[in-house]
């Protein structure tokens, strides 16, 4: 993961990225309603905010283009609401890893802790080294202390893996906007449990 140190200072596209989330419950109609974010979401990291209701029908509304200086402006239709705010999230357990879903973090790694090796044992690979084994990378996404060995997919406190291309990627596998496809993931009462299973095969898979 940290690449002997040089996932800290690497390009930030190669580092890891996490999309945290946290979400608020109100009950409509409000019209000329406002909110502000939970305290712990960084706003200048912000990247969807999506309503869905939760007392009928699931129906989806991308409302990130409501908020506008620190605060959503949204008219809350008839029905109980869940509002979701997504985020880059830094503020997770070794945010200084490398990002295992782009090839260059994969090079970053190959660069610091590979080649050297290579270079300095090279002669000695197929006699005395018959090859060496590194671990298994993890996805490390869950939040300063909780433990990110127990946590799955619409757990609290356990940010997405993500990477700049992963909107475009779901969208295209699952052939629905990412805003319908975000709360499936992060939240274990959205849709059907056939929905969510679907959407997150196709995530764990990308």
């Known amino acids: 993961g940290p690449a002997a140190g040089y996932a800290a200072t690497c390009a930030l596209e190669n580092r890891k990225t996490v999309l945290g989330y946290r979400w608020i419950d109100v009950c409509g109609p409000l019209l ?19 309503a869905r209701r939760i007392d009928g029908n699931d129906e989806l509304i991308d409302i990130t283009k409501n908020f506008i200086s620190g605060r959503l402006y949204f008219d809350v239709p008839d029905g109980l609401w869940r509002i979701y ?32 090796h290579y270079s300095r044992y090279k002669d000695e690979f197929g006699k005395t080294i018959a090859g ?47 805003c319908e496809i975000l709360p499936a993931l992060s939240d274990n009462s959205a849709m059907t449990e056939i929905i969510r299973s679907k959407y997150r095969y196709e995530y764990m898979n990308i």
Request: charged share 30%.
């Open 132 to 178: 060496f084994f590194s671990d298994e990378p993890g996805f490390y996404s869950c939040e300063t202390d909780h433990d990110s060995y127990e946590r799955k997919l619409g757990d609290e406190h356990f940010s997405l893996s993500w990477d700049k291309d992963m909107a475009n990627r779901l969208t295209d596998c699952i052939g629905r906007p990412i």
């Open 85 to 116: 705010y997504y985020y880059i999230n830094s503020d997770c357990i070794h945010s200084k890893h490398i990002n295992h879903l782009r090839e260059g973090g994969a090079k970053v790694l190959i660069d610091a802790v590979y080649e050297p």
């Open 32 to 50: 000329g309603s406002s909110f502000i974010p939970p305290h712990d979401v960084d706003v200048d990291s912000l990247k969807y905010i999506v």
